[in-house]
């Protein structure tokens, strides 16, 4: 399914205002666990991509945020189906689960959901690279390119 240019504008409009999030005077704590794909797969140019790569490692500084890379060895893992983002509330009774679908958006807030994709992401945290380790190897394939 092809965007029109103005769907396209959109969109980017909408995850540039979300990329303000983190920057604001109190940003929350984001913890994103990458799949090694996501480092690799070439989008746009080398020169894009280079950016791109070089913008998650700043990101990896800041005190607000943890990225971890889960490397292509550990094989299948618990997100192999798809992202998601767990939204965290002031309190655990707040949090909401999403997936960003296809044609939209699901919101997910029963406990069992919330739940099934918690232990999901502890599961993806243990399998995954350190920070440490993580900025190692972006900056690695970041060098490759």
Same mark, same amino acid.
């Given at each position: $399914?092809?965007?029109?240019?103005?769907?396209?504008?959109?969109?980017?409009?909408?995850?540039?205002?979300?990329?303000?999030?983190?920057?604001?005077?109190?940003?929350?704590?984001?913890?994103?666990?990458?799949?090694?794909?996501?480092?690799?797969?070439?989008?746009?140019?080398?020169?894009? $991509?280079?950016?791109?790569?070089?913008?998650?490692?700043?990101?990896?500084?800041?005190?607000?945020?943890?990225?971890?890379?889960?490397?292509?060895?550990?094989?299948?893992?618990?997100?192999?189906?798809?992202?998601?983002?767990?939204?965290?509330?002031?309190?655990?009774?707040?949090?909401?689960?999403?997936?960003?679908?296809?044609?939209?958006?699901?919101?997910?807030?029963?406990?069992?959901?919330?739940?099934?994709?918690?232990?999901?992401?502890?599961?993806?945290?243990?399998?995954?690279?350190?920070?440490?380790?993580?900025?190692?190897?972006?900056?690695?394939?970041?060098?490759?390119?």
């Amino acid at each position: $399914m092809r965007l029109s240019p103005t769907e396209i504008e959109r969109l980017v409009e909408l995850r540039l205002r979300r990329q303000e999030i983190i920057n604001r005077p109190k940003p929350p704590h984001i913890w994103a666990v990458l799949d090694e794909s996501v480092i690799r797969r070439v989008v746009g140019d080398r020169d894009i $991509m280079r950016e791109q790569l070089a913008h998650l490692l700043r990101a990896n500084d800041t005190p607000n945020v943890t990225l971890q890379v889960l490397p292509f060895e550990k094989g299948a893992h618990s997100a192999a189906m798809g992202s998601f983002v767990i939204l965290g509330g002031a309190e655990p009774s707040l949090d909401v689960v999403y997936v960003d679908i296809r044609t939209g958006s699901l919101f997910m807030e029963k406990d069992e959901e919330l739940n099934r994709y918690r232990l999901a992401f502890d599961c993806l945290r243990a399998q995954a690279l350190d920070m440490s380790a993580s900025s190692a190897l972006i900056e690695r394939v970041r060098k490759e390119l």
